[in-house]
């Protein structure tokens, strides 16, 4: 299995971008997914997750850092193996290289970047003032 981010690029404060990871395999609805980012000198930190499907509700579930909440939205299109994050009002403080991940049957909410199975390369994401 392999994931592969890209939508990052350069944008103006207030503008918006969206993100997209693209996975392999054949079981990528049980996947829970999440965005984490890193900012130069900073730690990575998380950002969105998705639970996948498989627990007894809950599938398709989103939860969000408080930095972000309302601005991003997460989602996912099992058809295509495909997570989005839609990052809307986007601030400077928002600039960092994005990553998405994967964590295999995933049925809950994960924000620690050491419960994920697999990560994609990054992309770079830098909003101006």
């Known amino acids: 299995v392999q994931l592969q981010a890209s939508g990052g690029g350069l944008v103006q404060a207030g503008g918006s971008l969206r993100l997209s990871c693209a996975a392999s395999g054949r079981t990528f609805s049980s996947y829970a997914m999440g965005w984490f980012r890193q900012a130069p000198g900073k730690e990575r930190e998380f950002v969105a997750t998705?639970?996948?499907?498989?627990?007894?509700?809950?599938?398709?579930?989103?939860y969000y850092a408080d930095s972000v909440k309302g601005r991003f939205t997460i989602s996912r299109d099992n058809a295509k193996n495909t997570v989005y994050l839609q990052m809307n009002s986007l601030k400077p403080e928002d600039t960092a290289v994005y990553y998405c991940?994967?964590?295999?049957?995933?049925?809950?909410?994960?924000?620690?970047?050491?419960?994920?199975?697999?990560w994609g390369q990054g992309t770079q994401v830098t909003v101006s003032s």
């Open positions: 998705i639970k996948g499907s498989g627990g007894t509700s809950g599938g398709g579930s989103t």
């Open positions: 991940a994967a964590r295999y049957n995933g049925i809950y909410f994960y924000v620690n970047r050491y419960e994920y199975d697999l």
